[in-house]
């Protein structure tokens, strides 16, 4: 038998309406059967729940021990998923007005639900120019970025020329750390700001600079850091929150050019298959900009803001709460826009040469000799503590940025604290975990703290081999991204892509998560004993994420939940793991309703368009890690 819903449901009443007649009908956002029985309306005081959409000849990806072998799914009027079995068993309550969708052998999941990501700085970061995170000796930057300035010599000699994807440790050969003079070299008078890859670092020139008001007598800012020669003068290198001081003096782009971006951003996530997200890096004007976007029906996914809370910020708890709680008073707005959540930076990046995540033990030279630098806690233990506990009475969710064991440990002491047996917690996430101690993996569920992992990072690749493995020694570098060892631990999981950090490609994640391998490289898998099941990292990426939004409506495939799914062109429960990697969406449905099929000439577009936001952070890797901001 299926896995039913109780409640009035349409019988085979005549012919479906097949998805192809219906959009051409009705058009493709309208999935809504009219019409209720006079008489079922007056004995409930609402229409009877009808079965509008089916999905048959799937495979269908449940997510829970329950139905392992459906082949369909039953949606109702309400938005809810009705029944799921069989196609025999669901085509009999195909209705003379049912939307049939054909998955075509292809897999039917919940959508994807991205818990750590940045659309907002996606969209803005799509403006400017990309150096691609590429590895490249001074010569071949400094050659690209000539081209840069000579392909918009127009705007000399005043206007600012911006640049992502700039990859502070791919500089060849390797331990090259770039400064001013590189830029300075350039054939311009303009003011240059390279935008790191992990967005904890940016490269200027003198010029901008200057334009910010960085010298020799400026203070480095609480949680960043001016980077200084022997003399005490700038080098041009920003680390972490010093990078505020050149952001906030760049003229901004033009209100429709941030338009534009911003509708190309909605279309790339609706053809990726997210159906939720966390942006993790928000502020007032994030939720302003989401609230516009919700209401224009571009975003009809459920968000989660982060809320920033900055380091002065977090020393003072009071102010801290009260600042969040005029947000949520003010910004009462659509139930889509969920603010449940303040984000906070424990620490920075593991990777040469920034080594400002927060390590229990020093890191190494690159020789392997030991050091006494152990990174940057941006945070003390005692003020996150304090925060927290002043967060967590008021009900907020805390979501804190720790890629080394320390600032993991900080995070995990804060939120034990809070936990009591028996009492339902905020679900506090630790996120990205690129490196956690062995004592701490069985304290996560000890503390019911979710784990939220980017684990597209966990993979060999040439920035590992440099810009982690000799600083840490042969111990810490097996132990990266425990993923297995934390699930073993009773540690929930959930998945983010971290977009525009790296490129948006939740299959990516999901296959990266269970084979730990980069297919362009001949190489071992990194940490094969740490690698997930194909199951672990398919929840991981639904359910798991879903718990952490505090979404319980959503995340699996049974009756009850909301139908927020997508429909694949493959079965990703059966293909080999490397051809999950190139798995395409071809229905995304949020609600019961399809917002988006890649066959219509409107999600043909859309898919273009998300092809080319979506490789925003090509070629990122391990380590490369959280956007501070935009």
């Given at each position: ?567 694949l062109d493959r079965d990703v429960t059966k293909v080999p793991v490397k051809e999950i990697r190139a798995t395409a969406v071809r229905y995304t449905l949020i609600s019961g309703r399809v917002v988006h099929d890649a066959d219509s000439e409107t999600g043909q577009a859309r898919a273009e368009v998300g092809r080319r936001m979506g490789v925003l952070g090509a070629g990122r890797t391990p380590g490369d890690s959280c956007c501070r901001g935009h």
């Amino acid at each position: 038998m299926p896995d039913v819903h109780d409640g009035p449901l349409d019988g085979p009443a005549g012919g479906p309406l097949h998805r192809r007649t219906f959009l051409a009908a009705a058009g493709a956002g309208a999935l809504a059967v009219a019409g209720a029985g006079t008489a079922a309306r007056a004995a409930t005081g609402r229409p009877p729940v009808q079965v509008t959409t089916v999905v048959l000849n799937a495979r269908v990806f449940t997510g829970t021990h329950a139905g392992a072998s459906a082949q369909a799914a039953a949606i109702g009027s309400d938005g809810k998923i009705l029944a799921v079995g069989s196609d025999a068993e669901i085509r009999r309550r195909i209705g003379r007005r049912t939307v049939v969708v054909d998955a075509d052998g292809g897999t039917v999941m919940p959508g994807i639900q991205d818990g750590h990501m940045h659309p907002l700085g996606a969209a803005i970061q799509s403006l400017n120019p990309s150096l691609r995170n590429e590895a490249v000796t001074v010569p071949q930057l400094r050659a690209r970025l000539q081209e840069m300035v000579d392909a918009t010599a127009a705007q000399e000699p005043d206007g600012w020329l911006q640049v992502t994807d700039w990859n502070p440790a791919g500089l060849l050969p390797a331990g090259t750390v770039a400064d001013k003079q590189l830029l300075d070299s350039l054939n311009t008078r303009r003011p240059i700001y390279l935008q790191g890859s992990d967005f904890h670092n940016s490269l200027l020139n003198s010029r901008a600079l200057a334009l910010a008001g960085v010298d020799r007598t400026t203070a480095d800012p609480a949680g960043g850091q001016i980077v200084r020669d022997a003399a005490g003068e700038p080098t041009g290198l920003l680390k972490d929150d010093a990078q505020g001081l050149v952001s906030r003096v760049i003229p901004p782009p033009s209100p429709d050019r941030v338009e534009a971006a911003h509708a190309r951003m909605a279309g790339a996530l609706l053809a990726a298959g997210i159906t939720s997200f966390l942006d993790a890096a928000s502020g007032e004007d994030t939720v302003t900009t989401y609230a516009d976007l919700i209401e224009k029906g571009l975003l009809p996914q459920r968000i989660t803001p982060a809320l920033l809370i900055d380091a002065d910020l977090a020393k003072k708890p009071r102010a801290a709460a009260e600042y969040l709680r005029d947000i949520r008073r003010r910004f009462a707005g659509p139930d889509t826009l969920r603010l449940t959540t303040a984000k906070v930076f424990l620490d920075g990046v593991m990777e040469f040469p920034a080594q400002t995540a927060a390590l229990l033990t020093p890191y190494l030279d690159a020789e392997g000799r030991p050091t006494d630098h152990r990174g940057d806690l941006h945070v003390s233990e005692r003020d996150y503590r304090a925060l927290v506990r002043a967060l967590d009475a008021d009900g907020w969710q805390t979501h804190a940025h720790a890629i080394g064991d320390r600032a993991v440990r900080t995070a995990l002491n804060a939120y034990e604290a809070v936990a009591r047996p028996g009492r339902r917690g905020r679900r506090h996430t630790v996120t990205h975990l690129e490196l956690v101690h062995p004592d701490d993996y069985r304290r996560f569920a000890r503390a019911g703290v979710v784990a939220s992992m980017q684990l597209q990072w966990a993979m060999p690749s040439v920035f590992t081999r440099d810009s982690l493995r000799p600083y840490l020694g042969p111990e810490r570098y097996a132990r990266l991204y425990p993923a297995r060892s934390l699930a073993r631990a009773g540690a929930w999981l959930a998945g983010g892509s971290d977009w525009p950090v790296d490129p948006l490609l939740p299959f990516t994640q999901i296959a990266t998560a269970i084979d730990r391998s980069n297919p362009e490289e001949n190489q071992p898998p990194l940490n094969a004993a740490e690698a997930l099941t194909r199951t672990q990292s398919l929840v991981m990426h639904t359910a798991g994420a879903a718990h952490q939004l505090h979404d319980s409506g959503s995340g699996t495939v049974r009756p009850g939940q909301r139908a927020d799914l997508i429909v694949l062109d493959r079965d990703v429960t059966k293909v080999p793991v490397k051809e999950i990697r190139a798995t395409a969406v071809r229905y995304t449905l949020i609600s019961g309703r399809v917002v988006h099929d890649a066959d219509s000439e409107t999600g043909q577009a859309r898919a273009e368009v998300g092809r080319r936001m979506g490789v925003l952070g090509a070629g990122r890797t391990p380590g490369d890690s959280c956007c501070r901001g935009h």
